[in-house]
């Protein structure tokens, strides 16, 4: 695949111009579903233009029903083949409504021979964001959701799919739980997505309800994103990796985070103590203080120090939130007295919070029980939750008002420059406990309107401040969270090098900012009694465990008091990820298959077209066979020239784009070695 090959084509910008223009603005049905008291939408819609320039025109489309509004905001992308699209429903009547029901996408496609890629998402295993290829036949059917209301659970909400000669990326935006249903015909391709339980009343204006809009009730669907993409020639493994770099170019212009420069993270290196003091648990200012200045000491060019979960009072157990105050036995002048420090020594901050998850006995639990999900008492759904922990309804506009001001208070007074978020529970625990039959939906609905419009309140409080979006891990990763967070820990499941190599794949496919941890040495965290503690947990520099970790962020732990560690080896090794991860913005090209066995190689290539080259990285497992392997390059010019350096030769030589894109790079490896490999056009 050349470089002129990756370019979006005239006719795939025609094909989402087309469905702009007669599936949405000009339809005379809607492309999502919809009925009001089992009336579907009829008659005219008014067409309103919100937005036009040289890179996107937005419209809303509005339709009234009986005392219902409901509006359609589309916007077709002028420099992507991307349409997305959100629809809001409100009660404008002062009396409540009939039940409405609500979808975000109801529309068929043109198709044959239809695949539908989809990916494992993130449960803390080993396979996770591993590929799912669903080879539909007519009549075939393909129900997927995530477990438990957290986005990316189990399922992951970005599909790369196949319909003949061209096919469709589908991401849904929706930090909650999603329903998509493939349907498969003859000659088409019938995809529905939406909240996967919606069938609810609405309240009227000045209802009386708690927490509720006086204006009248009103909730949203999840967001859709189409990128409509075109085989063009190519295999079909080719076009999918193709459609999904189109994707990445998508997220990285549209749909990611902007920091204080107003760009996309490129990098970030972060240090923390969490396996020394048991997250923060026997964590102390002195001791914090200690492991900032051996890092910096020892120059590794930290971007942040790292804080997690136990800096308020817990009882020992960090898994007790809902009192967020710094300890003052602990931290007597507080985290805004390490964070300071840090500074000082030109490192930001890192700090955990918890807000939506709130344990018995903490300030919320004790004061806000009116604003307050408690958990069923019977969980044959088999949710990961706790009795003793409550959810915080952010659902509510007042809770989350006073939330949104909490949080913003924590982040002033403890110095923090980069917000994390955990989430350790699945909210559907909760949620359904409070549903009634005639309001099926509307909390879960309420409550991830809210949970944006939270996140919405810290940034506009804290403009260019980076966010991280955790839960347990990657399981709330869809593409509304992607827009305001960045995920620094892609899965709980980490350190063993086989499986980050997968798994860093597998979810960059999406996604291009992640990140993952490096661990030398011991850990003394705990999880269900054992401690956590792997083979790979060394205190020796293991390159191939170092590069497999390789990702745009990266969290170092390590005990900064021993005094053998190799402090020049690591800075050495540091150099050369800083070298090679601006190209992880680029175009990405898998070599081989995911994979977690250990006697095969795992490779790929990423290359920048605006810095004119890429990196490739290459790894042959322990128990494989093959010493060599060459891998043929994508995206370059064939006319021009590249230097090509191998950081472990220390080699550097010049290929013509033709010569690496058809005669490939040829490498050869020991049994569990590794490589990376750059090029440059000259």
Same mark, same amino acid.
């Given at each position: 695949?050349?470089?002129?090959?990756?370019?979006?084509?005239?006719?795939?910008?025609?094909?989402?111009?087309?469905?702009?223009?007669?599936?949405?603005?000009?339809?005379?049905?809607?492309?999502?579903?919809?009925?009001?008291?089992?009336?579907?939408?009829?008659?005219?819609?008014?067409?309103?233009?919100?937005?036009?320039?040289?890179?996107?025109?937005?419209?809303?489309?509005?339709?009234?029903?009986?005392?219902?509004?409901?509006?359609?905001?589309?916007?077709?992308?002028?420099?992507?083949?991307?349409?997305?699209?959100?629809?809001?429903?409100?009660?404008?009547?002062?009396?409540?409504?009939?039940? @409405?029901? &609500?979808?975000?996408?109801? %529309?068929?496609?043109? #198709? $044959?021979?239809?695949?539908?890629? /989809?990916?494992?998402?993130?449960?803390?295993?080993?396979?996770?964001?591993?590929?799912?290829?669903?080879?539909?036949?007519?009549?075939?059917?393909?129900?997927?959701?995530?477990?438990?209301?957290?986005?990316?659970?189990?399922?992951?909400?970005?599909?790369?799919?196949?319909?003949?000669?061209?096919?469709?990326?589908?991401?849904?935006?929706?930090?909650?739980?999603?329903?998509?249903?493939?349907?498969?015909?003859?000659?088409?391709?019938?995809?529905?997505?939406?909240?996967?339980?919606?069938?609810?009343?609405?309240?009227?204006?000045?209802?009386?309800?708690?927490?509720?809009?006086?204006?009248?009730?009103?909730?949203?669907?999840?967001?859709? @994103?189409? &990128?409509?993409?075109?085989? %063009?020639?190519?295999? #079909? $493994?080719?076009?999918?990796?193709? /459609?999904?770099?189109?994707?990445?170019?998508?997220?990285?212009?549209?749909?990611?985070?902007?920091?204080?420069?107003?760009?996309?993270?490129?990098?970030?290196?972060?240090?923390?103590?969490?396996?020394?003091?048991?997250?923060?648990?026997?964590?102390?200012?002195?001791?914090?203080?200690?492991?900032?200045?051996?890092?910096?000491?020892?120059?590794?060019?930290?971007?942040?120090?790292?804080?997690?979960?136990?800096?308020?009072?817990?009882?020992?157990?960090?898994?007790?939130?809902?009192?967020?105050?710094?300890?003052?036995?602990?931290?007597?002048?507080?985290?805004?007295?390490?964070?300071?420090?840090?500074?000082?020594?030109?490192?930001?901050?890192?700090?955990?919070?918890?807000?939506?998850?709130?344990?018995?006995? $903490?300030?919320?639990?004790?004061?806000?029980?009116?604003?307050?999900?408690?958990?069923?008492?019977?969980?044959?759904?088999?949710?990961?939750?706790?009795?003793?922990?409550?959810?915080?309804?952010?659902?509510?506009?007042?809770?989350?008002?006073?939330?949104?001001?909490?949080?913003?208070?924590?982040?002033?007074?403890?110095?923090?420059?980069?917000?994390?978020?955990?989430?350790?529970?699945?909210?559907?625990?909760?949620?359904?406990?409070?549903?009634?039959?005639?309001?099926?939906?509307?909390?879960?609905?309420?409550?991830?309107?809210?949970?944006?419009?939270?996140?919405?309140?810290?940034?506009?409080?804290?403009?260019?401040?980076?966010?991280?979006?955790?839960?347990?891990?990657?399981?709330?990763?869809?593409?509304?969270?992607?827009?305001?967070?960045?995920?620094?820990?892609?899965?709980?499941?980490?350190?063993?090098?086989?499986?980050?190599?997968?798994?860093?794949?597998?979810?960059?496919?999406?996604?291009?900012?992640?990140?993952?941890?490096?661990?030398?040495?011991?850990?003394?965290?705990?999880?269900?009694?054992?401690?956590?503690?792997?083979?790979?947990?060394?205190?020796?520099?293991?390159?191939?465990?170092?590069?497999?970790?390789?990702?745009?962020?990266?969290?170092?732990?390590?005990?900064?008091?021993?005094?053998?560690?190799?402090?020049?080896?690591?800075?050495?090794?540091?150099?050369?990820?800083?070298?090679?991860?601006?190209?992880?913005?680029?175009?990405?090209?898998?070599?081989?298959?995911?994979?977690?066995?250990?006697?095969?190689?795992?490779?790929?290539?990423?290359?920048?077209?605006?810095?004119?080259?890429?990196?490739?990285?290459?790894?042959?497992?322990?128990?494989?066979?093959?010493?060599?392997?060459?891998?043929?390059?994508?995206?370059?010019?064939?006319?021009?020239?590249?230097?090509?350096?191998?950081?472990?030769?220390?080699?550097?030589?010049?290929?013509?784009?033709?010569?690496?894109?058809?005669?490939?790079?040829?490498?050869?490896?020991?049994?569990?070695?590794?490589?990376?490999?750059?090029?440059?056009?000259?």
């Amino acid at each position: 695949m050349n470089r002129e090959q990756t370019l979006p084509t005239a006719r795939e910008f025609q094909r989402a111009k087309e469905y702009f223009e007669t599936h949405i603005e000009h339809a005379s049905n809607p492309n999502f579903d919809f009925s009001h008291g089992g009336q579907a939408l009829s008659g005219p819609a008014a067409v309103t233009e919100l937005e036009s320039d040289a890179r996107r025109r937005t419209i809303e489309k509005r339709w009234t029903a009986g005392g219902v509004e409901v509006r359609q905001v589309a916007t077709l992308y002028r420099d992507l083949p991307v349409v997305e699209w959100t629809v809001y429903v409100k009660n404008i009547s002062d009396t409540a409504s009939q039940r @409405v029901r &609500l979808s975000a996408l109801n %529309d068929r496609f043109a #198709a $044959s021979n239809v695949v539908v890629h /989809a990916q494992k998402g993130s449960y803390c295993a080993a396979g996770d964001f591993r590929p799912i290829d669903l080879f539909m036949r007519p009549g075939d059917r393909a129900d997927l959701s995530p477990i438990g209301g957290r986005s990316s659970n189990m399922t992951w909400p970005y599909f790369c799919i196949e319909t003949g000669t061209d096919g469709l990326d589908l991401a849904v935006g929706w930090p909650a739980q999603w329903k998509a249903v493939f349907a498969c015909a003859d000659d088409s391709l019938h995809i529905q997505c939406g909240q996967q339980t919606l069938d609810t009343t609405l309240y009227g204006r000045d209802s009386g309800v708690a927490g509720m809009d006086r204006t009248g009730e009103q909730i949203r669907s999840p967001r859709i @994103v189409l &990128l409509f993409w075109d085989r %063009d020639g190519l295999r #079909a $493994s080719d076009a999918c990796i193709r /459609a999904r770099n189109l994707f990445r170019r998508y997220m990285l212009s549209y749909n990611m985070p902007r920091g204080k420069d107003g760009n996309p993270p490129v990098k970030n290196l972060a240090a923390c103590s969490s396996h020394q003091f048991r997250e923060m648990l026997e964590a102390n200012t002195e001791n914090q203080k200690q492991f900032i200045d051996g890092y910096v000491d020892h120059a590794l060019g930290l971007d942040y120090w790292w804080m997690d979960a136990g800096w308020y009072p817990c009882d020992g157990d960090w898994y007790h939130t809902g009192t967020w105050k710094y300890d003052k036995r602990r931290f007597p002048n507080g985290i805004r007295e390490i964070s300071d420090y840090g500074r000082s020594r030109g490192v930001g901050t890192i700090l955990w919070h918890e807000p939506e998850r709130v344990y018995e006995g $903490s300030e919320i639990y004790e004061n806000h029980k009116d604003w307050l999900f408690f958990p069923i008492s019977e969980n044959p759904k088999g949710y990961h939750c706790n009795s003793k922990c409550a959810l915080f309804n952010l659902g509510d506009e007042s809770a989350c008002a006073w939330m949104t001001d909490l949080i913003n208070r924590s982040i002033d007074e403890n110095g923090v420059d980069f917000y994390r978020q955990d989430f350790n529970t699945d909210p559907l625990a909760y949620i359904e406990n409070h549903e009634t039959e005639g309001r099926r939906g509307a909390n879960e609905n309420h409550y991830a309107s809210g949970l944006l419009r939270f996140w919405d309140g810290l940034q506009e409080k804290h403009p260019g401040m980076l966010m991280d979006a955790c839960a347990s891990g990657g399981r709330r990763n869809d593409v509304d969270v992607m827009k305001r967070m960045v995920p620094l820990i892609r899965s709980d499941r980490l350190f063993v090098p086989d499986e980050q190599q997968a798994q860093f794949v597998g979810f960059s496919q999406w996604i291009p900012f992640n990140g993952t941890g490096l661990l030398f040495g011991d850990s003394n965290i705990m999880i269900e009694g054992v401690t956590w503690k792997k083979e790979e947990m060394r205190y020796d520099l293991d390159l191939y465990m170092i590069r497999s970790m390789y990702s745009p962020h990266m969290t170092c732990c390590l005990d900064v008091r021993k005094t053998d560690f190799p402090w020049d080896d690591l800075r050495a090794i540091l150099d050369e990820w800083r070298a090679i991860v601006p190209y992880y913005q680029g175009d990405l090209y898998p070599f081989t298959e995911f994979s977690l066995a250990d006697d095969c190689w795992a490779a790929w290539q990423f290359d920048r077209p605006d810095l004119s080259g890429g990196v490739v990285q290459a790894f042959r497992r322990a128990q494989n066979k093959t010493p060599s392997r060459t891998f043929r390059l994508h995206g370059l010019e064939k006319s021009l020239c590249y230097a090509v350096y191998n950081f472990d030769t220390k080699r550097k030589v010049s290929r013509s784009g033709a010569e690496l894109m058809e005669q490939g790079i040829s490498v050869t490896l020991p049994a569990r070695g590794s490589t990376v490999i750059t090029y440059k056009r000259v």
